[in-house]
């Protein structure tokens, strides 16, 4: 019977380990549609950057980020702009990742190329195998904690999670910050155990401050997670509490001064262009209107609308929070893990140190607030979904052992009928949607429709034939504009008139406007309305001349804008009668007629 018992084990074991890799193939090289994660869009032309040249500038430039450097008495260009918005650990990975295909590096697609970009795949592959050890490591935290059953319910619960695999090949960074939470969560439960051995901790302490530090210059709410886990360090495990605390900090701290020292000295700010993140947290803005302000002031903190923006931030996210845990059912469990009494000193310790770190990322989630909903970048609640799986998992079975009562006997719907009904609703998502689009991308192969809208990145492609040597544009979307064209792109700013300011800053640098790139980015909103009163309202006429064009109707923008004439980058058909609208448009000063040939690097050195 043994033996017999170890056989199926072992197969079992063998079949999760073909599914999961089965699934990290097919979401790869069947399914993908490219990245589609506005942060991974600007990491990744930031690594292009790092592998091609060696130097950490970018093409997507923000305006909150130039207006630091123009006072820290920099003279920057989109040209050659140094990059102060975004941390440092997932864009040094993906450049190693890229020069490993340096020969593929260009995206031609209008010269026969695929639709899908080949550092697209680099980035996918990266995602799915930091999915992939977060539930290798979720698995063996569950088996210390508990047992070999607990920790397969923990871990089949996250191999089914369509929502994680989505996330693994978006570019987000959050996939490489599950891993790392991941890590330093199973790390937390082996000091956990050390301790309750006897056993010194301090090397393992030091440790998971290292894998804080670099949860820490991985995502720009990091801190949120790296607080918690430092506050349960310090109160939940034994031994001396001031030791602990300094023993986790000391490299988060060291990692922190390191990494501000370097943005001070680069823009005279110790948070660089991140302070618009945590400025907006205490703004009645978003921080992508932050990012956007060129001549930004002291966003003074009202506290009656703070508390009323918190409040509705938190309606929104806990009425989504389902989603947010990735539909993962055995992850809710863990609440009421909470009111539990584990045996185990370890268990209980872990348990709290969790709870602690949830309650850290409610309050900087509904701080910053998520317009994006659940595929927000700033979304954290995911990235400690897998740990909440474990305290689920062991809930699940003890409830379900109670429910039947102790004679239930020993056969399969006793023992797993409880969390296998919960690892079936896990699995809803991928049920519904994997099939359709495994055959979908079985029948297109490399020529798989984009994320439409707002990304159509074989068409956006031809603007590096239109803008001219030492022409940089403005654009909706930077991120997808110099991503895949190459271009040095300018997020729109703000206030209107701060363009003119920007122009003629560049105007003395050699540095020229090649004219405005217009995207669905900009165009997404709840109601037309929208249109004249939200982020983009000042820049509306760009924005709809385009689609409008389908009624015949041409809207000019305002006499002293210069940008007006239209060179469509994609066009649509609307209706039988109607004509035909542009989503996507280059506006420039003058008619423009494409190159043969994309241009070449016109900084190919990164040389200010």
Same mark, same amino acid.
């Given at each position: 019977?043994?033996?017999?018992?170890?056989?199926?084990?072992?197969?079992?074991?063998?079949?999760?380990?073909?599914?999961?890799?089965?699934?990290?193939?097919?979401?790869?090289?069947?399914?993908?549609?490219?990245?589609?994660? &506005?942060?991974? $869009?600007?990491?990744?032309?930031?690594?292009?950057?790092?592998?091609?040249?060696?130097?950490?500038?970018?093409?997507?430039?923000?305006?909150?980020?130039?207006?630091?450097?123009?006072?820290?008495?920099?003279?920057?260009?989109?040209?050659?702009?140094?990059?102060?918005?975004?941390?440092?650990?997932?864009?040094?990975?993906?450049?190693?990742?890229?020069? =490993?295909?340096?020969?593929?590096?260009?995206?031609?697609?209008? @010269?026969?190329?695929? /639709?899908?970009?080949?550092?697209?795949?680099?980035? +996918?592959?990266?995602?799915?195998?930091?999915?992939?050890?977060?539930?290798?490591?979720?698995?063996?935290?569950?088996?210390?904690?508990?047992?070999?059953?607990?920790?397969?319910? =923990?871990?089949?619960?996250?191999?089914?999670?369509?929502?994680?695999? @989505?996330? %693994?090949?978006?570019?987000?960074? /959050? $996939?490489?910050?599950?891993?790392?939470?991941?890590?330093?969560?199973?790390?937390?439960?082996?000091?956990?155990?050390?301790?309750?051995?006897?056993?010194?901790?301090?090397?393992?302490?030091?440790?998971?401050?290292?894998?804080?530090?670099?949860?820490?210059?991985?995502?720009?709410?990091?801190?949120?997670?790296?607080?918690?886990? =430092?506050?349960? +360090?310090?109160?939940?495990?034994?031994?001396?509490?001031?030791?602990?605390?300094?023993?986790?900090?000391?490299?988060?701290?060291?990692?922190?001064? =390191?990494?501000?020292?370097?943005?001070? /000295?680069?823009?005279?700010?110790?948070?660089?262009?991140?302070? %618009?993140?945590?400025?907006?947290?205490?703004?009645? $803005?978003?921080?992508?209107?932050?990012?956007?302000?060129?001549?930004?002031?002291?966003?003074?903190?009202?506290? #009656?609308?703070?508390?009323?923006?918190?409040?509705?931030?938190?309606? #929104?996210?806990?009425?989504?929070?389902?989603?947010?845990?990735?539909?993962?059912?055995?992850?809710?469990?863990?609440?009421?893990?909470?009111?539990?009494?584990?045996?185990?000193?370890?268990?209980?310790?872990?348990?709290?140190?969790?709870?602690?770190?949830?309650?850290?990322?409610?309050?900087?989630?509904?701080?910053?607030?998520?317009?994006?909903?659940?595929?927000?970048?700033?979304?954290?609640?995911?990235?400690?979904?897998?740990?909440?799986?474990?305290?689920?998992?062991?809930?699940?079975?003890?409830?379900?052992?109670?429910?039947?009562?102790?004679?239930?006997?020993?056969?399969?719907?006793?023992?797993?009928?409880?969390?296998?009904?919960?690892?079936?609703?896990?699995?809803?998502? $991928?049920?519904?949607?994997?099939?359709?689009?495994?055959?979908?991308?079985?029948?297109?192969?490399?020529?798989?429709?984009?994320?439409?809208?707002?990304?159509?990145?074989?068409?956006?492609?031809?603007?590096?034939?239109?803008?001219?040597?030492?022409?940089?544009?403005?654009?909706?979307?930077?991120?997808?504009?110099?991503?895949?064209?190459?271009?040095? %792109?300018?997020?729109?700013? &703000?206030?209107?008139?701060?363009?003119?300011?920007?122009?003629?800053?560049?105007?003395?640098?050699?540095?020229?406007?090649?004219?405005?790139?217009?995207?669905?980015?900009?165009?997404?909103?709840?109601?037309?309305? @929208?249109?004249?009163?939200?982020?983009?309202?000042?820049?509306?006429?760009?924005?709809?001349?385009?689609?409008?064009?389908?009624?015949?109707?041409?809207?000019?923008?305002?006499?002293?804008?210069?940008?007006?004439?239209?060179?469509?980058?994609?066009?649509?058909?609307?209706?039988?009668?109607?004509?035909?609208?542009?989503?996507?448009?280059?506006?420039?000063?003058?008619?423009?007629?494409?190159?043969?040939?994309?241009?070449?690097?016109?900084?190919?050195?990164?040389?200010?």
């Amino acid at each position: 019977m043994a033996v017999k018992q170890q056989t199926t084990g072992s197969m079992l074991r063998l079949a999760f380990y073909v599914a999961a890799v089965a699934l990290a193939l097919i979401h790869v090289f069947v399914t993908f549609r490219g990245i589609n994660s &506005t942060e991974g $869009m600007y990491q990744a032309q930031l690594a292009r950057n790092l592998a091609q040249k060696g130097v950490w500038q970018t093409l997507a430039v923000q305006p909150y980020a130039w207006a630091q450097l123009e006072r820290n008495g920099r003279t920057p260009t989109p040209l050659a702009m140094p990059e102060t918005t975004q941390l440092p650990v997932q864009p040094l990975i993906w450049s190693l990742g890229f020069r =490993a295909f340096s020969g593929q590096a260009e995206y031609a697609p209008l @010269d026969g190329g695929g /639709r899908i970009y080949i550092y697209d795949r680099v980035i +996918a592959g990266f995602g799915v195998l930091w999915w992939l050890i977060a539930i290798y490591l979720t698995h063996g935290a569950a088996r210390q904690l508990f047992d070999e059953k607990v920790a397969a319910i =923990a871990a089949v619960a996250l191999l089914v999670c369509q929502p994680a695999w @989505d996330l %693994a090949v978006s570019g987000s960074s /959050r $996939m490489l910050l599950i891993m790392e939470f991941a890590l330093a969560f199973r790390l937390f439960v082996s000091i956990a155990m050390r301790h309750a051995a006897g056993r010194s901790t301090a090397l393992y302490l030091v440790t998971l401050g290292v894998i804080s530090a670099l949860m820490l210059l991985t995502h720009p709410l990091a801190l949120w997670l790296v607080l918690g886990l =430092a506050i349960g +360090a310090t109160f939940f495990l034994k031994g001396n509490h001031t030791t602990t605390l300094l023993l986790v900090l000391a490299p988060v701290v060291l990692a922190a001064g =390191a990494w501000g020292w370097w943005q001070a /000295r680069l823009c005279g700010e110790v948070l660089g262009g991140l302070r %618009a993140v945590w400025q907006s947290q205490f703004a009645a $803005m978003g921080h992508e209107l932050v990012t956007r302000d060129f001549t930004p002031g002291f966003a003074t903190i009202v506290v #009656d609308d703070l508390l009323r923006r918190m409040g509705l931030n938190t309606e #929104d996210q806990s009425g989504r929070f389902y989603s947010h845990c990735g539909h993962v059912v055995v992850a809710l469990f863990f609440f009421i893990a909470l009111l539990h009494q584990f045996r185990r000193a370890e268990a209980s310790a872990a348990r709290w140190t969790l709870a602690v770190t949830f309650g850290s990322v409610v309050i900087g989630m509904t701080l910053i607030g998520l317009s994006g909903g659940v595929k927000d970048d700033m979304a954290l609640y995911i990235v400690i979904m897998p740990a909440m799986c474990i305290y689920g998992a062991a809930m699940l079975v003890i409830l379900w052992s109670r429910f039947l009562g102790p004679n239930a006997g020993t056969t399969f719907w006793p023992q797993w009928g409880g969390p296998v009904i919960a690892l079936v609703l896990c699995a809803i998502p $991928m049920y519904a949607n994997l099939p359709v689009f495994l055959k979908y991308g079985l029948a297109k192969g490399n020529s798989i429709d984009p994320h439409w809208p707002p990304y159509v990145p074989d068409r956006v492609v031809i603007l590096n034939r239109y803008v001219r040597p030492g022409e940089y544009v403005f654009t909706d979307a930077p991120h997808f504009i110099a991503w895949y064209a190459g271009v040095p %792109a300018v997020n729109l700013p &703000t206030q209107r008139e701060d363009f003119a300011t920007m122009k003629k800053l560049t105007d003395g640098r050699n540095a020229t406007v090649g004219g405005f790139v217009m995207t669905p980015f900009s165009a997404r909103t709840e109601y037309f309305f @929208d249109l004249f009163s939200g982020n983009y309202s000042e820049w509306r006429d760009l924005i709809y001349r385009g689609h409008m064009l389908a009624f015949d109707k041409n809207f000019d923008p305002e006499p002293s804008f210069p940008y007006r004439i239209i060179h469509p980058l994609l066009l649509m058909t609307v209706g039988s009668k109607e004509s035909t609208s542009l989503p996507m448009v280059f506006y420039a000063e003058q008619a423009r007629t494409p190159k043969a040939q994309p241009i070449k690097d016109t900084n190919p050195e990164g040389k200010k």
